[in-house]
Antibody
Framework: EVELVESGGGLVEPGRSLRLSCAAS????????MHWVRHTPGKGLEWVAG????????DYAASVKGRFTISRDNGKNSLYLQMNSLTTEDTALYYC??????????????WGQGTLVTVSS | QSVLTQPPSVSEAPGQRVTISCTGS?????????VNWYQHLPGAAPKLLIY???KRPSGVPGRFSGSKSGTSASLAITGLQPEDEADYYC???????????FGTGTKLIVL
């Protein structure tokens, strides 16, 4: 059974950093591109970043480019999101999601339960 | 900001049919990139409902169907059930922005 478990969320002050992790199991991790997607009640779902199976292709939403870094470790079946210079606009529930395709971007067929990031002073 | 526009809400009675539109442009849906649809229930992870415009993942009832024409796509739900009440999002890729896009989202209310 495919399982994605996010961790690393929490309360952080504006301007600080946070690193999210996503532990994957139940499938061949390096066969799939992976993404981070965030949700807020006001904006709905917002794609944040995506990474292909071999990290050869990486894309970011304009709202996070230059501040966030997505990475993966296929040996550890893990996905990461390094978030720097956080602002209150980054407050959201962050989901890790699996792409059906290896190269992406395609459909996101499995999602984790999310980890909450709150940016506040 | 999203360039896939959906109606904020739709409502219909149980047993009826409802459609949710997703309007894009020539750089996303009109460029023949696949459209995918997700159901997001409160407190749950989003669930893939339709992929590659019209295909249903295993386990998704046949009441859900997708279509696409030109720069727009639609999700149709027949035989509405109370448990269908949720937020629905379309998703595609935009080659002008170089990003994956979600629609603005539609809240389905089952009266």
């Amino acid at each position: 059974e495919v399982e994605l478990v996010e961790s690393g969320g929490g309360l952080v002050e504006p301007g600080r950093s946070l690193r999210l992790s996503c532990a994957a199991s139940g499938f061949t991790f390096f066969d799939h591109a992976m993404h981070w997607v965030r949700h807020t009640p006001g904006k709905g779902l917002e794609w944040v970043a995506g990474i292909s199976w071999n990290s050869g292709s990486i894309d970011y939403a304009a709202s996070v480019k230059g501040r966030f870094t997505i990475s993966r470790d296929n040996g550890k079946n893990s996905l990461y999101l390094q978030m720097n210079s956080l602002t209150t606009e980054d407050t959201a529930l962050y989901y890790c999601a699996r792409d059906k395709a290896a190269a992406g971007p395609g459909s996101l067929d499995h999602w984790g339960q999310g980890t909450l990031v709150t940016v506040s002073s | 900001q999203s360039v896939l526009t959906q109606p904020p809400s739709v409502s219909e009675a149980p047993g009826q049919r409802v459609t949710i539109s997703c309007t894009g442009s020539s750089s996303n849906i009109g460029a023949r990139y696949d459209v995918n649809w997700y159901q997001h229930l409160p407190g749950a992870a989003p669930k893939l409902l339709i992929y590659d415009d019209t295909k249903r993942p295993s386990g998704v009832p046949g009441r859900f169907s997708g279509s696409k024409s030109g720069t727009s796509a639609s999700l149709a739900i027949t035989g509405l059930q109370p448990e269908d009440e949720a937020d629905y999002y379309c998703q595609s890729y935009d080659n002008a922005l170089g990003v994956l896009l979600f629609g603005t989202g539609t809240k389905l209310i089952v009266l």
